[in-house]
């Protein structure tokens, strides 16, 4: 089984704060992705990387980044939070580029206050 | 410009009969289509899939309809039960473009009643 990990369910932070978002696949998939789901909107598309140290960007990359060290960790990193970032973050992986089947993680919900 | 459209936002359906979710897509470069399925607080879980070489896809209770002419796909649940009430999203992707993720729409949400 496929397992993709998040570091955290829920997290609270402060307009302006840094954050973290950090998830880890344990099946040597080579594409990892971020999505946010908002209510109404569906899952976008933050960022992907299809190998270590590559990322490009999705639909909504504005007001983030991200780091791919490792094959199988990938975060999210919000420079600085602002409260429109308010969201439920989802990390997906799959195999390789023949495999278009993601698996997500279970998420993470972020308040920005 | 939306390439993936869930026009019912919800669908209420009794347990035991048939549930059919539908989706439209407008980009005829997509060539793999995927449902998956949501429950509050946790990630998407995968169900099915269809690639366009294909018209249906069965697993179990769950049937996929693919209609390439029309742009369209379907996802039929038989029998329903009351563990399928959740969000469902419909997913598309053009294989030919790389690994840039997966186009979604905006979801149904399948209630089951008893």
């Known amino acids: 089984d496929v397992k993709v990990t998040q570091s955290s369910r829920y997290l609270v932070k402060r307009t302006g704060e840094k954050v973290f978002l950090e998830c880890v696949q344990d099946?040597?998939?080579?594409?990892m992705f971020w999505y946010r789901q908002d209510p109404g909107l569906g899952l976008r598309l933050i960022y992907f990387s299809y190998d270590v140290k590559m990322k490009e960007k999705g639909d909504i990359p504005e007001g983030y980044s991200v780091s791919r060290e490792k094959k199988e960790r990938f975060s999210l990193i919000l420079e600085s939070a602002s409260t429109n970032q308010t969201s439920m973050y989802l990390c997906?992986?799959?195999?390789?580029?023949?495999?278009?089947?993601?698996?997500f993680g279970p998420g993470t919900r972020l308040l920005v206050l | 410009d939306q390439q993936v459209k869930q026009n019912s936002p919800s669908l209420s359906v009794q347990e035991g009969r048939i549930s059919i979710l539908n989706c439209d897509y407008t980009?005829?470069?997509?060539?793999?289509f995927l449902w998956y399925k949501k429950y509050p607080a946790e990630g998407p879980t995968f169900l099915i899939s269809?690639?366009?070489?294909?018209d249906k896809n069965e697993d179990g209770r769950f049937t996929v309809f693919l209609n390439k002419s029309a742009k369209h796909l379907s996802l039929h649940i038989v029998p329903s039960q009351p563990g399928d009430s959740a969000v469902y999203f419909c997913a598309a992707n053009d294989s030919g473009g790389g690994a840039d993720g997966l186009t979604f729409g905006k979801g149904t949400h399948l209630i089951i009643q008893p």
């Open positions: 997906a992986s799959s195999l390789d580029r023949a495999q278009e089947t993601q698996y």
């Open positions: 269809i690639s366009s070489i294909k």
């Open positions: 980009n005829s470069m997509f060539d793999y």
């Open positions: 099946m040597d998939h080579e594409n």
